[in-house]
């Protein structure tokens, strides 16, 4: 296994995008075992300007595309849709198609790449190697866990390997 | 900037531990302001059986040595005294000299190392690489989050930018 942006990103991305499908699973199965409304679990959050739990999990995804957006592939449209759990890991399961349908070879050599976001309403260039260490891959982070913590706060019965997903074969 | 173990650990968690120093500022001053007792913060989490907001920077530190011990070189003994943000501080001061010494040479060519960490008690054994990129990596973004996320709930305020820390010059 080569030290290459794909190796560094796309199986680990892998990864915790399945543990945090087991981790909704959990959450919904709480959910409905207590009667609660998944909507109110969906949109809890830990500060009145912090995102919602299923905001959270938009986010994973969002960084998640990094990987194809720095090989060049055509992004999927993800409609803002993400008022039920089973809306929330369609998005997922397409994410981790997307990650699946990226090839090694279409990220080597790109690091230089010039990669344009919109952050903050501005667009913003960064070299895609920056980009992928130091914006995707700390947000992507940033969000799971988050979405993670916004439920064992909640009670879910949930461990660091339900957050870490199924280690690589 | 080559693709290497390095060159996708060292900068950004460097990144992230000023990020955090910066946010343990604002936890302080905040509980100043207050009038909160210190030892309360730091002893906040967000579950009975999570971690303190003072464990998780310690876990933090211990993840941000994976550089070090890839390399090579000693680790040092970091004891389990955490009661004052000054000690946490301090942790974190030490973490980041131990990454600045890290020489990129010194992480070349380990990719396939065997690395030995205790997990639960018992000796595991990864190749560098895999550690790395599926052990190190989340786990320091995980702890780094929940730390950040124990002190937005305690209404501290703080943005993703004292999160995300200095990006690199």
């Given at each position: 296994?080569?030290?290459?942006?794909?190796?560094?990103?796309?199986?680990?991305?892998?990864?915790?995008?399945?543990?945090?499908?087991?981790?909704?699973?959990?959450?919904?199965?709480?959910?409905?075992?207590?009667?609660?409304?998944?909507?109110?679990?969906?949109?809890?959050?830990?500060?009145?300007?912090?995102?919602?739990?299923?905001?959270?999990?938009?986010?994973?995804?969002?960084?998640?595309?990094?990987?194809?957006?720095?090989?060049?592939?055509?992004?999927?449209?993800?409609?803002?849709?993400?008022?039920?759990?089973?809306?929330?890991?369609?998005?997922?399961?397409?994410?981790?198609?997307?990650?699946?349908?990226?090839?090694?070879?279409?990220?080597?050599?790109?690091?230089?790449?010039?990669?344009?976001?919109?952050?903050?309403?501005?667009?913003?260039?960064?070299?895609?190697?920056?980009?992928?260490?130091?914006?995707?891959?700390?947000?992507?982070?940033?969000?799971?866990?988050?979405?993670?913590?916004?439920?064992?706060h909640l009670g879910v019965e949930l461990?660091?390997?339900?957050?870490?997903?199924?280690?690589?074969?």
């Amino acid at each position: 296994m080569a030290v290459t942006m794909y190796y560094g990103s796309v199986p680990v991305m892998q990864q915790l995008l399945a543990g945090l499908n087991g981790v909704l699973d959990k959450a919904e199965a709480h959910a409905t075992a207590k009667k609660w409304d998944p909507a109110v679990v969906l949109n809890t959050r830990f500060y009145p300007d912090m995102f919602t739990l299923a905001r959270q999990v938009r986010q994973v995804c969002e960084h998640a595309m990094a990987p194809a957006r720095i090989a060049g592939i055509e992004l999927p449209k993800n409609p803002d849709l993400d008022s039920t759990f089973a809306e929330m890991k369609a998005r997922i399961s397409r994410t981790a198609d997307l990650l699946k349908s990226v090839q090694p070879a279409q990220m080597d050599g790109q690091e230089g790449k010039t990669i344009t976001i919109p952050m903050g309403g501005q667009p913003r260039e960064f070299k895609a190697q920056n980009y992928l260490y130091h914006v995707a891959l700390p947000n992507f982070y940033f969000h799971t866990t988050t979405a993670y913590n916004i439920l064992r706060h909640l009670g879910v019965e949930l461990g660091k390997r339900d957050f870490m997903g199924p280690p690589p074969a």
